[in-house]
Every structure is written in C-alpha cells, then in structure tokens.
C-alpha cells in the first residue's frame, strides 16, 4: 500500500488506454485513468512502488452529491483483477464516489486499470518506465474541463530516494502534485534501484558459487579420509 499517508477525498476518473511498450531490459508500465469532470470533484491517487516492481495503492474519486440518491463516478475493474483490486463505495463531507484499492501489482496489471471507467470526460495518465537501473515516472494530469472547486492530488511512493521531480518531494521517497482545475500538469519523477530481474540473477548465481564451493569442501573432504593409509617402504625401514 502507499506510504503511510491515507487519501482523504478525490475526484471522478475515467481511464484512456495508451500502449504498453518495454524497454529492454525493463518494462513499461502504462496506465491510463480518465477523470470525471462534472460538478464540484475531489481526486486523492496514491501509488506505492516496490522494489520488485509492483505497485499497491488506493484512488478516490468523488463528487458533490446532487441529492440523497446520487453515488458519485462508479469505478469498475476487470474480472481477471478481482482478486487484487476492491472497489467500494466513498462518501465523506458531502461528496460521494467510488474508492478503489490494489496491492502488488505488476506493469502489465495496472495497465488493465485503465479499463476502470466512470462516466465523463478528462483524463489523467502516469507511464513508469524502467531502463537500468533507473525507474522514471512521466505523465499529465488534464483538468482543464475541470469546473471550479474541484481539487485533485496525486502521490507517488518509490523504494528508493527520488533524484529528480517536477512535483512537491514530502520525504525522500515521496513525490506529491496538488492538481488546479483549468491547468494541464505534467507529472515527472525519477529513482535509481537495482533492477528486480538483475537482482534475481544475482542470487541464483550467488547461490550456484556457494553451490560449487560446497561441492569442492566435501570432494576434498572424501580424497582426505579415502586417502592410502598404509605404511611406506620408507617409514616399514625404520
């Protein structure tokens, strides 16, 4: 889950899909999430990076009900995500909506999150692209449609310091944008860790020196106590 930090309220969503690509040899996450931009809105989108590369998280979105009955943007998730992903209903300080939570996700599953939609538009796109062992995150967040009133933040929690951000850092690791209506943000943010897949060849190699040497240890071992122990001609002399 992100940081500690909880979303205390958000803004209506709507997901644009974009292309995935990977960049060897690192992925591409590409993940496309469109607001819903009527009435008065709150988004609150909180993603936390793991060092393996999976992303756990919460996104809010809301808006000001028109009566008793209205529930605000309804998020929805693909079946295949079920397991993964809870959607339940948000309502706070007058505003109702939908509150969409995830854990451990990889590139290729938030991708599908772009397939959660409400009913209007906007949009707001993040890309995190790994090349080495740096991970960028690239992105925009449209609320130019967006009526007056309405307030949107989106925080990103990476497993290592952040080196470079166009966004607010609130500690080290965490990197926040406060989003006005009216305005087209750029989101851009960067972090240096190893590599999850270099890291795991990493171990497996470690393992099969440690694997190798134990095997000398117990060859040399044997030859030791197999060794000819019966007297030479010389010591027989004596």
């Known amino acids: 889950m992100p940081d500690s930090s909880t979303?205390?309220?958000?803004?209506?969503?709507?997901?644009?899909?974009?292309?995935?690509?990977?960049?060897?040899?690192?992925?591409?996450?590409?993940?496309?999430?469109?607001?819903?931009?009527?009435?008065?809105?709150?988004?609150?989108?909180?993603?936390?990076?793991?060092?393996?590369?999976?992303v756990s998280g919460r996104i809010v979105v809301a808006q000001l009900a028109d009566d008793e009955e209205s529930l605000g943007p309804q998020l929805r998730v693909q079946d295949s995500l079920?397991?993964?992903?809870?959607?339940?209903?948000?309502?706070?300080?007058?505003?109702?909506?939908?509150?969409?939570?995830?854990?451990?996700?990889?590139?290729?599953?938030?991708?599908q999150l772009a397939l959660s939609t409400s009913d209007v538009p906007g949009n707001f796109d993040v890309r995190l692209v790994r090349s080495g062992s740096t991970v960028s995150l690239t992105g925009r967040a449209d609320l130019r449609n967006a009526p007056e009133g309405s307030d949107a933040r989106v925080s990103v929690t990476f497993?290592?310091?952040?080196?470079?951000?166009n966004?607010?850092?609130?500690?080290?690791?965490?990197?926040?944008?406060?989003?006005?209506?009216?305005?087209?943000?750029?989101?851009?943010?960067e972090a240096t860790y190893t590599d999850p897949n270099?890291?795991?060849?990493?171990?497996?190699?470690?393992?099969?020196i440690s694997l190798a040497v134990a095997a000398a240890v117990v060859v040399g071992a044997l030859a030791w106590f197999n060794r000819d122990r019966s007297p030479k001609p010389s010591e027989l002399m004596h």
Request: charged residues 20%.
């Open 7 to 54: 979303p205390h309220y958000a803004t209506p969503i709507k997901a644009t899909r974009r292309r995935a690509a990977r960049i060897a040899p690192a992925a591409l996450l590409l993940v496309s999430l469109t607001l819903l931009l009527t009435g008065c809105l709150r988004t609150d989108i909180s993603l936390s990076i793991s060092e393996d590369d999976r």
């Open 82 to 111: 079920r397991t993964r992903v809870r959607v339940q209903p948000w309502a706070e300080d007058g505003y109702v909506g939908s509150d969409m939570v995830f854990n451990g996700l990889s590139f290729a599953d938030l991708r």
């Open 159 to 165: 497993p290592s310091n952040i080196a470079a951000t």
């Open 167 to 189: 966004g607010e850092k609130t500690s080290g690791r965490t990197v926040t944008w406060n989003l006005a209506p009216g305005e087209l943000t750029t989101l851009r943010a």
């Open 198 to 208: 270099t890291r795991s060849f990493a171990g497996w190699a470690g393992f099969m």
